[in-house]
């Protein structure tokens, strides 16, 4: 299906880089890529790389990715994956639990949270506050990757 953004479609492109991301590195390389992308703002697009070059990330892998069919199925996935009591954005889910701050001090609570190996994005916690308008879950299951889900609305699937 097309799927739509709250935000415009820049914020769908840019969660879909994030959702390669995810899909093919380790969750600790992911998401300080994720956390730097998020910190881009509104240069998001144009800091991939960048972001990507900071974290380890292979750029082919994900160019490949979001540039392919993979694309649209984790867009599909990641819709599925997002909880019906979603109400607000951002809807931050840690461990199953909703964010006690939603979203203020997500990055202290993400590396509160993580059972692994600390990402270096979490050896200086500067949370700057909200990061951006967005929905994600650190999972335990280490098969299982964060996500930047979606959800239906309507005749449309708004992703986040």
Known sequence: ???YCQHGDDECKGNSWE???LAHFPKTDAIGFYICMED???SMLTNVKECAKEYNIDYDVISKCFNGPERAQLQAKNKDLTPADHKYVPWVVINGKVSPSNGQNIKKEVCDAYTG?????????????????FSFAIVDDPKEQPIVPCYKEENKIVVE
């Open 1 to 3: 299906g097309e799927y």
């Open 117 to 133: 190996t600390k990402p270096a994005s979490c050896t200086s916690i500067e949370d700057k506050g909200f990061i951006s308008p």
């Open 40 to 42: 881009s703002g509104d």
């Open 19 to 21: 959702q390669c991301t």
